[in-house]
């Protein structure tokens, strides 16, 4: 019966301290009296305080194991891989994702390992606050792959040694660029080509006719020469034919031409039957041998669809050291209707408005 009696005084000593009232006051108050009884009051002092921190820490051990699981799961829904690696890009951990390579130079194309050492060795001057980015490409299951690798040097950090690493995979975001580049570029181009005969339009003819005409400027021993054509009784062409037959006669035009003259010159459709060709670095003399093989391939042709026989009018004007291109193409414009009105058929260079 001592060790039951011991209890009961432990018991009634927990809940006079955990009711702070005087329910069990008599009773306890002997207790207190009674100095062989202190031994009992270490005991419960002891067991309240190994509970309170039995229960404190399981919720802080709780508390971490649910803050990780969170971070895993976040980690897990990332594209990203994160890893400490060594200067040489040996990988020391794999903190994230999945890496199954033993360094980073057998992970990425043989192309990019100059580049990764040399940002390798860079990073280890910088402090663990600054960052260095790079772009490389690796060959994934036969296909290129994009990633972006964040580097920062944690060697000055106490307790880790090495650079972290966190690769990320832009492919989805570098393929959607490049589609948006080609997008625009496709427009450019459709912008700028006639969409029948796929030769250079109005619009790029005139733009690159500007870019060369001004820096004539800085190079005054340097001459063009314009080219205008203009298909004879074309009207008539597709009267008769159907302008099914027009518009093939339009684009076989454009193909003679075009093969007929040098990659710095350019032969554009102007409108309509109408074309203009930009004669690079050439004078008056050799623009109008240019033109008179034109109008002697275009006579002499004979595989014009419906079985046609087609003549073309050119005029020839020589930059004169005028002000802007529109006035070099008034000149063309002028002699062109000169050669209509002497009969089509011919090559008229420009001698002035008179």
């Not at 964040?150 to 393929?175: A, C, F, H, W």
């Not at 518009?247 to 554009?268: H, K, N, P, W, Y």
């Amino acid at each position: 019966m001592p060790d039951q009696s011991r209890f009961r005084r432990i018991v009634i000593f927990l809940i006079s301290l955990a009711s702070g009232s005087a329910l069990y006051g008599d009773e306890t108050q002997s207790v207190l009296r009674n100095k062989s009884l202190a031994s009992d009051h270490l005991v419960a002092y002891l067991f309240i305080l190994f509970i309170t921190t039995t229960v404190l820490i399981l919720w802080i051990l709780s508390t971490k194991f649910e803050s990780r699981k969170r971070f895993k799961r976040l980690l897990q829904n990332s594209n990203e891989t994160i890893l400490i690696c060594n200067t040489k890009g040996a990988i020391k951990e794999c903190i994230t994702g999945v890496f199954w390579e033993d360094s980073l130079f057998d992970f990425f194309e043989k192309e990019n390992h100059w580049e990764l050492e040399q940002s390798l060795q860079t990073v280890t001057a910088l402090n663990p606050e600054q960052n260095m980015k790079l772009d490389l490409t690796s060959l994934q299951l036969e296909q290129e792959r994009y990633y972006q690798l964040v580097m920062q040097n944690l060697y000055p950090l106490r307790g880790i040694r090495g650079i972290s690493v966190t690769i990320t995979d832009t492919t989805e975001s570098k393929q959607l660029e490049k589609r948006l580049i080609k997008s625009r570029e496709t427009a450019s181009h459709e912008a700028r080509h006639d969409p029948l005969t796929a030769i250079p339009n109005r619009l790029y003819f005139n733009e690159t006719l500007s870019r060369h005409f001004f820096s004539l400027a800085r190079h005054r021993d340097k001459t063009i020469c314009l080219l205008m054509l203009d298909l004879d009784f074309f009207k008539k062409v597709n009267d008769s034919k159907g302008h099914d037959v027009g518009d093939l006669v339009l684009i076989q035009l454009s193909r003679i031409c075009t093969e007929m003259i040098r990659g710095a010159d350019i032969f554009a459709r102007y409108g309509g039957e109408e074309f203009i060709c930009y004669l690079d670095d050439l004078c008056l003399k050799e623009a109008f041998i240019v033109a008179e093989r034109m109008r002697n391939k275009i006579e002499e042709y004979e595989d014009w669809p419906g079985g046609l026989r087609l003549t073309v009018s050119i005029s020839i004007a020589e930059y004169e050291g005028e002000k802007n291109p529109e006035e070099l193409v008034k000149k063309a414009d002028i002699a062109l209707y000169n050669a209509k009105a002497e009969g089509r058929n011919r090559v008229c260079i420009y001698h002035g408005e008179g």
